[in-house]
């Protein structure tokens, strides 16, 4: 029961998506609940600050090795064999397993030899003695990599078949461990938190493993570099590993600002940042995730319609969900940050709240480029991603400054930013900070329209986004109307949330969220959208008899061809 329940093949985009979904929330719920304990234990601190400083260096092995290197192309490649030779697909896994080991290892060796040269360079800012301990927990976190990086390479085995609870449990297990590190370990302070970090890494590593292995996978120690997939995967990789080197040194480039400006500014940034990721991490992602083999197999079959059906209705369902969450998040920005983190400091609670609210501004962006990228590595192309990345990168680092010269300026660009989010109580050295969002939103918006501006010169087939700008357009006009009823509904609960106790803020979330969500749904309907009754039809027909004989049908039948061909290869 709980191995047919694991192995459990999604054959449409839509519901892997929700299933998805479903588990992320679960994952983001656990890693809000780390992030509630941090605060609570730690605040906007010190302690806090070397915690995030210390994933630097391991999320940059792991990002360029393993998410630049292999994962982006792994797919299309594992596709395109499966459905010609299962054998050799099997082959060419494990030579990518095999690289994957020896390269995160390898680097993770040599950084921690480097750590102490690199790392304060990074956090220049800090402190000594906050460098020597960030040093110290990054050494530690270097393991974490090394799991994800296996952890990888199963968990695209398992998207290729669509087994898709393997890997939304991954996420899960993974924030499990961190938290057993914080409730456990806290007497080891920040290493116990490291040592979480460890532990819920080979977590993800362990459930995606045991999946890739029911798939029909079979470890062989195979080295051979000179196979024409993975010679195909490393060309295919340089414009990619070079687009996530941008986005890693954008980020750490970030952190490096952020630590030359106030204590708890990384904190900050990342608080906020941890938000606004909820719905993209939920909704963009989920889809992104389960579209990206069902692209890379409509590319291999040279099936132009279904690419191009699958692609755009992804997009229509991504838009539906995350602009009106986009407009609730930047409304109720404050009271959304009281509710998923407990009551700070108040300038620290508003100042979370006004970054939360500028990166909410670019999350349509953030998500559609997701969904776009994905097009994009199924067609083998990772130039053009590369290429919006860098002007992404590129803008944030430059608007960052420009940001920070203009908030220490105090003219009418910071006066007018006071007045919007209204900040008139928060001293200027803790305002600055909101730099980093606001230049990070352009970067992120840059990206996306990039992209579109590329897309129909990249793809192999001719295109059009006749019906996806018509139906975008009534999501956005859906959208906006929402924003006079929350307002008017945050101006009638103003007796209750004055109080500023917990179940206040729930209460006046909840009201001012339904007034919108109703509005939404009735302008949608108004406007004939397809949107809802696609959505509706979707939750009903999720686990009905025909989908499920359909993924029999179009899945790949790795139960028994599979296991028969990973104990040949």
Known sequence: MIQRILGA???????????????????????????????????????????????????????ILVIGLLSAVFIPIFSEYFHKDQKEAWHFANISLNTVIILVAGFSLVLYVLMPWILPVLVSGFSEEMKSEAVKVSRLMLLSPVFLGMSSIFGSIIQNFRKYVYYSLAPIFYNIGIIFGVIFLSFWGVYGLAIGVVLGAFLHFSIQMIGAFSSGFRYRMIFDWKHLGFLKMGRLSVARFFSIAFSQVNAIIITAIASLLAVGSISIFNLANDIQ??????????????????????????????????????????????????????LMSREVVVLLYGFFDTNDTLIIAAALAIFSVSIFAQSAWRILSRAYYAVQNTMIPFFSSAIS??????????????????????????????????????????????????????????????????????????????????????????????????????????????????????????????VYCFVLWFFKSDELNIFLNMIFSMFKKSERKKAKEELPKNIEEGLISGKES
């Open 9 to 63: 093949q999604f054959a449409r985009v839509a519901s892997a998506a929700f299933l998805i979904g479903g588990f992320s929330v679960l994952s983001r719920l656990l890693g809000l609940a780390r992030n509630r304990i941090f605060t609570e234990e730690f605040g906007a601190s010190q302690t806090l600050d070397v915690y995030y400083a210390a994933f630097l260096i391991p999320d940059f092995i792991y990002n």
């Open 277 to 330: 990721y909820l719905p993209i991490g939920v909704i963009a992602l989920s889809y992104a995730i389960s579209i990206f083999p069902v692209l890379s197999s409509a590319v291999a079959k040279n099936d132009k319609d279904n690419f191009f059906d699958e692609l755009f209705l992804s997009v229509r369902q991504v838009l539906f969900f995350v602009l009106p969450m986009s407009i609730i998040l930047i």
């Open 393 to 518: 990168v590129i803008a944030t680092v430059t608007f960052s400054f420009v940001f920070i010269y203009l908030f220490n300026a105090k003219g009418y660009f910071y006066d007018s930013v006071i007045w919007l989010l209204g900040l008139e109580s928060v001293p200027t050295y803790m305002v600055v900070v909101l730099s980093l969002p606001m230049a990070f939103s352009i970067g992120e918006i840059l990206n996306f329209i990039v992209l579109i501006l590329m897309f129909r010169k990249s793809m192999p087939w001719s295109v059009s986004f006749g019906g996806v700008l018509a139906e975008g357009s009534k999501i956005v006009a859906a959208s906006l109307s929402i924003i006079p009823f929350v307002l008017v509904s945050k101006w009638m609960l103003k007796p209750i949330l004055i109080h500023d106790s917990y179940m206040s803020i729930v209460m006046g979330f909840s009201v001012a969220s339904l007034v919108g969500a109703v």
